[in-house]
């Protein structure tokens, strides 16, 4: 399985300001996605980052908020824009395997003040 | 819409008894089942899957998963749980066929053995 790494592992943030996440793959892969996973909640996808193109957005996440960067097949990141306390959340980025499954990496902890 | 439900929210064991998580999903065609665990402090890990083929699939750390297409059920077992497998456990699915490997998750279920 690739070694995925992301960056900032955690991250406190004031109203109003954004933040960007890095996710980095020890492979390339073809895809790659980006989940929220909210307090208590389980994980929902934001978006697929495609390699060369505009990101594909999930229903109720929008470009403007969560714009998301794929310039080459090991490499995304995501930013969470003109934040509010409810996007405090742990976000991830995942990458498929040889057989279609996913993996996670270890998350970035978000909490918005 | 897709989407995958777990039953349990909060399971509470002693160490050695058997342990079945219920899961299922709710697809029109085929699809390919997962079971990933998050342990505390810990990232998600891929537990055991399911593509085709046998329906009883064996995992990591002495898990199980028996798909049952009639019943649309992906249940996880344990003959015999230990401390250690305390953490949260979520029932994923996509589909089979096509190129959309976006995964829908279950709300997860906390597993808490007690020593």
């Known amino acids: 399985s690739a070694v995925i790494s992301q960056k900032p592992s955690r991250d406190i943030c004031q109203r109003g300001t954004s933040l960007t996440i890095q996710c980095q793959v020890d492979?390339?892969?073809?895809?790659m996605f980006w989940y929220r996973q909210q307090p208590g909640q389980s994980l929902t996808l934001i978006a697929t980052?495609?390699?060369?193109?505009?990101?594909?957005?999930e229903s109720g996440f929008v470009i403007d908020k969560f714009p998301i960067s794929r310039p080459n097949l090991t490499f995304s990141t995501l930013t969470v824009s003109n934040m509010s306390p409810e996007d405090s959340s742990i976000y991830l980025c995942?990458?498929?395997?040889?057989?279609?499954?996913?993996?996670f990496g270890p998350g970035t902890r978000l909490t918005v003040l | 819409a897709q989407s995958v439900s777990q039953h349990n929210h909060h399971v509470i064991l002693s160490e050695a008894a058997s342990l079945e998580l219920g899961c299922n999903y709710s697809?029109?065609?085929?699809?390919?089942l997962f079971w990933y665990v998050q342990y505390p402090g810990q990232h998600l890990q891929l537990l055991l899957k399911y593509f085709s083929g046998d329906p009883l699939v064996k995992g990591i750390k002495g898990f199980e998963a028996e798909f049952i297409k009639s019943k649309f059920s992906f249940n996880l077992r344990k003959p015999s749980v230990q401390w250690s497998d305390t953490a949260e456990y979520f029932c994923a699915a996509t589909p089979g066929v096509g190129s959309n490997y976006k995964l829908t998750f279950g709300k997860g279920t906390l597993l808490t053995v007690n020593p």
């Open positions: 492979s390339q892969v073809t895809m």
């Open positions: 697809y029109g065609g085929t699809v390919n």
């Open positions: 995942s990458v498929t395997g040889v057989y279609n499954e996913q993996f």
């Open positions: 980052a495609n390699q060369g193109s505009e990101a594909t957005y």
